[in-house]
Nanobody, 122 residues
Framework: QVQLVESGGGLVQAGESLRVSCAAS????????MGWYRQATGKQRELVAV???????NYADSVKGRFTISRDNVKNMVYLQMNSLKPEDTAVYYC????????????????WGQGTQVTVSS
């Protein structure tokens, strides 16, 4: 199986920066997409940023220009650099990966981390 472990969350003030990291481990043949979702209290989980094979990235409109996603494909890690944080960025941030676990076929599976809390005070 595959495990995703996030780190780097915490409490910051508005305008400050924070970087969260996620490491994938286990039976990994390759990772197609890797990224971040978030869920604020009382709201649905939403996409923050995703990095796909070939270097393609998608960002939520609310974080464009402030957040940057990057990947280390050798270490199977993904990072989210968050700048100019706002109180509305407060949420649990979940790491996501679309992973191919078998060398015999191209099927991939979705995996999620446990989440890391990011709190931005005003």
């Amino acid at each position: 199986q595959v495990q995703l472990v996030e780190s780097g969350g915490g409490l910051v003030q508005a305008g400050e920066s924070l970087r969260v990291s996620c490491a994938a481990s286990g039976s990994i043949v390759s990772i197609n997409g890797m990224g971040w979702y978030r869920q604020a209290t009382g709201k649905q989980r939403e996409l923050v940023a995703v990095s796909r094979r070939g270097g393609f990235t998608n960002y939520a409109d609310s974080v464009k220009g402030r957040f940057t996603i990057s990947r280390d494909n050798v270490k199977n890690m993904v990072y989210l650099q968050m700048n100019s944080l706002k109180p509305e960025d407060t949420a649990v941030y979940y790491c996501y990966a679309d992973v191919r676990i078998s060398a015999w076929n191209l099927k991939s599976y979705e995996y999620w981390g446990q989440g890391t809390q990011v709190t931005v005070s005003s």
